[in-house]
């Protein structure tokens, strides 16, 4: 079966603007869960959806956002872009919650904000 | 600090070598899992490990979770090119709705 798609798979943007990413999950998942990975901070969690609603949300300011849609396809968005979002945004899909099964992550949105 | 401690950070060695990568933390996970990362490529699965003092094998690979819950190690034998990337290790927190990574070990095995 198809994989987790995430487009697009890189951008360049400029500080100040607002950027939309977006994840389709393995077909059947419903849980849709957004990573920030860097070099110096690995992967930190952004924040899970589950049948289009959130479930927990990691430490990250307003600017980062999300939604789920009813077939499951999700986006995230940053408003206000800094220098320090630049990162890899990698998108996960599990059928069941986020903390009780196999993470299936697409190959990721990498993001460069100049 | 992260909440998962991973050790060492990066790792070279020679094909054929054995490897054990390290992940701690103080917390009591209710589940761990591993993940091996490519270049250009999401993290994939290796490994799920839910039962203290549990021992996995994949192959080369033997994954052990501690008796506590709150570590775990991954041990390569024979290691090979192919084992060349980033190690992950992700835990579940119990009453928590997330999944906490480490910041992983890169490891490079040159032939």
């Known amino acids: 079966k198809a994989g987790v798609t995430q487009t697009p798979r890189y951008l360049i943007k400029t500080r100040g603007q607002q950027v939309t990413l977006s994840c389709s999950p393995i077909?059947?998942?419903?849980?849709v869960s957004w990573y920030q990975q860097t070099p110096g901070q690995g992967l930190q969690f952004l924040f899970e959806?589950?049948?289009?609603?959130?479930?927990n949300k990691g430490n990250f300011p307003g600017r980062f956002s999300g939604r789920q849609f009813s077939n499951s396809r999700s986006e995230m968005n940053v408003s206000t872009l800094e220098l320090g979002d630049s990162a890899l945004y990698l998108c996960?899909?599990?059928?069941?919650?986020?903390?009780?099964?196999?993470?299936?992550f697409g190959e990721g949105s990498r993001l460069t904000v100049l | 600090t992260q909440l998962l401690e991973q050790s060492p950070q990066f790792l070279s060695i020679q094909e054929g070598e054995n490897l054990t990568v390290y992940c701690n933390s103080s917390?009591?996970?209710?589940?761990l899992q591993w993940y091996r990362q490519e270049p250009g490529e999401g993290p994939v699965l290796l490994v799920t490990?839910?039962?203290?003092?549990e021992v996995k094998k994949l192959k080369r690979l033997t994954f052990q979770f501690g008796d506590a819950r709150k570590d775990s190690s991954l041990h390569i034998t024979a290691a090979q090119p192919g084992d060349t990337g980033l190690y992950l290790c992700?835990?579940?927190?119990?009453?928590?709705?997330?999944?906490?990574f480490g910041a992983g070990t890169r490891l490079t095995v040159k032939p």
């Open positions: 996960a899909s599990s059928f069941q919650v986020l903390n009780t099964g196999e993470l299936f």
């Open positions: 077909s059947g998942h419903r849980s």
């Open positions: 959806y589950f049948s289009e609603t959130q479930r």
């Open positions: 917390s009591v996970f209710s589940s």
């Open positions: 490990v839910v039962t203290g003092g």
């Open positions: 992700a835990g579940a927190l119990y009453n928590n709705n997330d999944m906490r």
